[in-house]
């Protein structure tokens, strides 16, 4: 396109004309910037160049950022990676060259931005944020973004979500909230992980982590101050009953004392928390994360400690009696993944027990297939929302939406190996999930997430609206 045929198709000459007849009616002392930014808001924002890189996430494991070009700015994304893939979730683009990152490189998803998505996305505009993400989908052409990586697309598809929000003059989360057609923005209860073990850390605990949610905060910055006071406190505790090394950290910042039991570990954030003063306003969660020490249909919670795996194993209605009888003792209001991720059956009876709110990880792996079966069988309650599990900002917003129409829980989740980028938060608040699950209130890659949600509370001012104890009701 010649810049004369760019000028005739976007009505420049008159739309120029226009910004000086206002800068003249305005009487600015700066008429070259009072056009400019006239300018800006007369033109479209369009796509002009999409730029992708190699970097390393929060576990020295490369992944994928992306800098997104409009006429308008620069909106960069990066996207986190578990420390597994399941057999549902959308496939992540690696290199496989061994001398390579270990094989972990993402060279090919990085030229595949570089090549083919930013020519097909080019000219697009960013606030249709669903015809980008599906022009990407049929590029791709496969069912679960194989060819050009899940990875790859998810980067793009954020960027331009930020991209959209600022052609539209409004907050990210504002962006989100209209996208999902939601009128109302909720400030998420933060879970925070205040214990580690099972894959995230070296301990021999077997359990993935406990959480504290603070739901009777009025605000999320009260919040955030009690998550922050009883994880200090449950590093005096740690150092008190285990020593000082147990205060080590996992890979989302828990700490990793080696406990004997979940009842010990349950025992020590209680302590941590009666030591805060706020006993009665800040509940527990667990992320049991069965399938990694289920062996065939036994339970084996002994398996990282060697001179004890396999001589006490549990069957499912064992692991049950556990659970109610843990729910009883401690104010648990939620637990992940508490059978193996094809133990549908189990899943489904502790969950129509009512003890707690039961959430689903690994057994839906955010795949809308997996939810409908989940729903149809009442499996569960509880989405646990990780996008790259999925791939596309809209496909995340539909599943969320599919777990909504069934009177569901939402989690929003981040991974193991994260990066510094808080697109995570915004989400949260604006498809309003009621639950965020970023991690410790510790290293800079979780807290960015929390700090994030800081600003937007006080960006929206009296409008703000924290979950607290309704974090199941923000349907």
């Not at 991720?341 to 057994?363: P, Y």
């Not at 297939?369 to 999925?390: D, F, Y």
Request: charged share 25%.
């Amino acid at each position: 396109m010649s810049v004369q045929e760019y000028l005739d198709k976007h009505t420049l000459s008159r739309k120029i004309e226009d910004a000086v007849n206002a800068a003249v009616r305005a009487k600015t002392s700066d008429p070259v910037l009072f056009i400019a930014n006239h300018m800006k808001k007369a033109v479209s924002s369009v796509i002009t160049k999409v730029k992708a890189r190699q970097i390393l996430d929060s576990r020295g494991i490369p992944t994928v950022e992306v800098d997104l070009h409009t006429n308008k700015g620069v909106f960069r994304a990066s996207v986190p990676s578990g420390d597994s893939s399941g057999t549902y979730e959308a496939i992540e683009l690696r290199d496989g060259d061994k001398g390579m990152y270990l094989g972990n490189s993402v060279a090919k998803a990085v030229k595949n931005i570089n090549e083919r998505i930013s020519e097909a996305l080019i000219g697009m505009d960013p606030k249709l944020q669903a015809q980008i993400d599906h022009a990407m989908i049929d590029l791709d052409k496969t069912e679960k973004k194989n060819e050009l990586g899940a990875n790859a697309i998810l980067a793009v598809s954020i960027a331009a979500c930020k991209a959209g929000a600022a052609e539209k003059e409004v907050p990210l989360c504002k962006h989100l909230s209209d996208l999902s057609g939601r009128a109302n923005m909720t400030l998420p209860v933060p879970a925070f992980t205040v214990l580690s073990g099972g894959n995230h850390a070296s301990n021999n605990f077997a359990i993935q982590e406990i959480m504290i949610l603070p739901v009777g905060a009025s605000r999320f910055e009260e919040a955030l101050q009690w998550g922050s006071e009883t994880y200090h406190h449950l590093k005096a505790v740690v150092t008190e009953k285990n020593g000082s090394m147990g205060c080590n950290v996992g890979e989302d910042g828990g700490l990793t004392p080696d406990i004997s039991s979940l009842k010990e570990g349950l025992e020590l954030v209680k302590e941590a928390i009666n030591r805060t003063g706020y006993s009665d306003k800040i509940k527990i969660a667990i992320d049991v994360a069965a399938t990694n020490f289920c062996i065939g249909t036994k339970y084996d919670l002994d398996i990282k400690s060697p001179n004890k795996s396999g001589q006490n194993f549990k069957s499912a209605e064992d692991m049950i009696e556990m659970y109610k009888e843990l729910c009883a003792e401690y104010p648990i209001v939620f637990i992940e993944d508490p059978f193996d991720k094809e133990d549908w059956e189990h899943t489904k009876h502790f969950s129509g027990l009512g003890i707690c709110q039961v959430v689903g990880d690994d057994l839906l792996m955010s795949n809308s297939k997996r939810v409908e079966r989940a729903i149809q069988e009442s499996a569960c309650n509880a989405l646990l929302l990780k996008v790259n599990q999925i791939g596309t900002v809209t496909e995340a917003i539909e599943v969320v939406k599919l777990a909504r129409d069934a009177h569901w829980g939402v989690v929003t989740s981040h991974r193991c190996g994260e990066t510094e980028d808080s697109f995570i938060s915004d989400l949260s608040v604006g498809l309003a999930t009621g639950v965020i699950k970023a991690g410790a209130p510790c290293r800079g890659e979780r807290t960015m997430k929390y700090n994030q949600l800081l600003r937007i509370e006080e960006e929206l001012g009296e409008q703000a609206v924290y979950a607290g104890e309704d974090w199941r009701q923000t349907l």
